[in-house]
């Protein structure tokens, strides 16, 4: 019996071409995603996580080099033939973008927009399609969908537009869902709604879950577990309940960093020095340079993902760490 996760991402490189020079922008992701949890993927601007989770779907820049292996329900992402790529685009995984005016046709209305993929692909009568498509308007929170189907983008605010791309992305009954920091244009109100419908939806469905954002306690509250990257890597992974008991000093980094209301008069803490690429990165510890806990074997060696406990921290001196604890093995799982 196979035990995998839904998603899997095995030591995921990818490099891209910058002024006809190579460049290494994911330098390092192990992840996995069982079936029907969620996952949360932070850090920093820049760490890597929009085109770790664009990776899934092979949505990379032109050019791009992939090595290391995405999988999916077992099937390398990767060596996909283009028919299996359209077949995962189209029923398995669903992405809800950051910037819904981005992603949807100004041109066309909405029914045009969400009915698209059921006609062409799923050979669903259009008038079905309309009536499917209008339920889970409602179900998402847009009244009147009946009208909504008939109006274009431009009419429609930044709120009501994101739940038209969750809907979009709930439309084709997908198993995976990779939701890339999908309430960062919304004010409060709307973001907390917003995640409501996502993680209502989601449980109703089964449905597993990528959930990329800069907001550490939203992950918390809304995920299973969490990893943090920096540089291209992941550095940490743990389980979302002991996120403040972090053993990564970036992952500490983060959270000690976050605005307290509890505390006005005292000034925001930001983490020394500048964010790296990866391709910046050196032969050691890309945290290194920023790192209050730096020791001279970080400067020159790059950790591995060890065990700490129920987590994984790529780091030599990890808070708690125990010695007996080795490089993380993950081979068992598909015993």
């Known amino acids: 019996m196979t035990d995998r996760p839904l998603l899997r991402f095995d030591n995921l490189h990818v490099t891209l071409e910058v002024k006809g020079e190579p460049r290494t922008v994911i330098h390092r992701v192990d992840l996995d995603v069982p079936a029907g949890s969620a996952v949360g993927l932070v850090g ?38 283009p028919a299996a790529l359209r077949a995962l685009r189209s029923r398995d995984v669903a992405m809800v973008f950051q910037d819904p005016r981005a992603h949807i046709n100004p041109l066309r209305t909405i029914g045009d927009f969400l009915t698209e993929g059921l006609v062409a692909l799923q050979k669903v009568d259009r008038g079905k399609a309309d009536t499917r ?42 198993r995976l869902l990779l939701a890339d920091e999908p309430t960062t244009a919304l004010d409060v109100t709307t973001q907390a709604d917003v995640m409501a419908v996502i993680d209502e939806a989601r449980t109703q469905r089964g ?12 992950a918390a509250a809304v995920c ?34 976050r605005p307290d209301a509890g505390a006005a008069t005292e000034p925001l803490r930001a983490i020394p020095g500048n964010p790296q690429a990866a391709f910046e990165a050196g032969a050691g510890c890309a945290f290194a340079p920023r790192c209050p806990e ?13 065990l700490v406990g129920d987590a994984r921290a790529a780091c030599h001196f990890p808070r708690s760490f125990a010695p007996a604890d080795g490089p993380a093995d993950r081979s068992k799982d598909d015993a």
């Open 207 to 218: 449905l597993a879950m990528l959930f990329i954002t800069h907001d550490l306690a939203l």
């Open 44 to 81: 920093e601007s820049g760490s890597g996580k929009s085109l770790t989770a664009r990776s899934v779907l092979r949505l990379l820049p032109p050019g791009a080099q992939v090595s290391g292996d995405i999988s999916f329900d077992g099937a390398s992402v990767p060596a996909m033939t």
């Open 294 to 306: 730096v020791q001279e074997r970080c400067t020159s060696e790059a950790p591995a993902m060890r």
């Open 224 to 257: 299973d577990r969490i990893a943090v990257m920096y540089a291209g890597s992941t550095v940490e992974e743990l389980p979302a309940e002991h996120l403040y008991d972090a053993h990564h000093p970036y992952t500490r980094a983060l959270l000690a960093s």
């Open 133 to 174: 498509a209008a339920a889970l308007l409602e179900e998402v929170g847009i009244a009147d969908a009946a009208r909504r189907l008939r109006q274009r983008p431009a009419e429609l605010s930044g709120g009501l537009l994101q739940r038209v791309m969750i809907a979009s992305a709930l439309l084709a009954e997908p």
